[in-house]
T-cell receptor, first 111, second 117 residues
Framework: DQQVKQNSPSLSVQEGRISILNCDYTNSMFDYFLWYKKYPAEGPTFLISISSIKDKNEDGRFTVFLNKSAKHLSLHIVPSQPGDSAVYFCAASVGDDKIIFGKGTRLHILP | GAVVSQHPSRVICKSGTSVKIECRSLDFQATTMFWYRQFPKKSLMLMATSNEGSKATYEQGVEKDKFLINHASLTLSTLTVTSAHPEDSSFYIC?????????????FGPGTRLTVT
């Protein structure tokens, strides 16, 4: 049973435009959500997070939106840059319990 | 910032041998470390939670006798793949949670590519 789902395995976006990565979850007990970025042959790096008491968190070009009623969150990157090309993992946790990851979405930024 | 290292970064071993992978938190203490395995085109799969001074907690379906975890100090956890087989070939990643900061975030190591021939 996959509790965190990223239904788009890949996404291509023109440089300078907005990239929107989506994530759905099934466990209503999740209270903390995170996005990680991963380059090939490297460990994931933390990007941005959001607590379930908020619906938006912004950090520079990255904004995460949380819709609890829909059990949906999204990561917006604007403007998209070539260095943003990577695999993005959505993740969720209950308290400080283990983090559950989605399968990832490969983002390609086109020149 | 918090740094987690893994050693080795790449290892090739013969089928039937054992391989040890080290995970170190370089500038913080970590009572809890996590071991993940990444399959091609799949998510990071949590294998086990490593607790300093106590037994690791394994996820369902992970063989504890095959993947031995030792968390001997607050900065070091090791994963030993025993009697490795080609199907164990994968990318193994560890992460650590900073005890002092106590946040939900985990700091990941760079990963270890294991190839079993």
């Amino acid at each position: 049973d996959q509790q965190v789902k990223q239904n788009s395995p890949s996404l291509s976006v023109q440089e300078g435009r907005i990239s929107i990565l989506n994530c759905d979850y099934t466990n209503s007990m999740f209270d903390y959500f995170l996005w990680y970025k991963k380059y090939p042959a490297e460990g994931p790096t933390f990007l941005i997070s959001i607590s379930s008491i908020k619906d938006k968190n912004e950090d520079g070009r990255f904004t995460v939106f949380l819709n609890k009623s829909a059990k949906h969150l999204s990561l917006h990157i604007v403007p998209s840059q070539p260095g943003d090309s990577a695999v993005y993992f959505c993740a969720a946790s209950v308290g400080d319990d283990k983090i559950i990851f989605g399968k990832g979405t490969r983002l390609h930024i086109l020149p | 910032g918090a740094v987690v290292s893994q050693h080795p970064s790449r290892v090739i071993c013969k089928s039937g041998t054992s391989v040890k992978i080290e995970c170190r938190s370089l500038d913080f203490q970590a009572t809890t470390m996590f071991w993940y395995r990444q399959f091609p085109k799949k998510s990071l799969m949590l294998m086990a939670t490593s607790n300093e001074g106590s037994k690791a907690t394994y996820e369902q379906g992970v063989e504890k006798d095959k993947f031995l975890i030792n968390h001997a100090s607050l900065t070091l956890s090791t994963l030993t793949v025993t009697s490795a087989h080609p199907e164990d070939s994968s990318f193994y990643i560890c992460s650590a949670r900073d005890d002092i900061v106590g946040s939900y975030e985990q700091y990941f190591g760079p990963g270890t590519r294991l190839t079993v021939t």
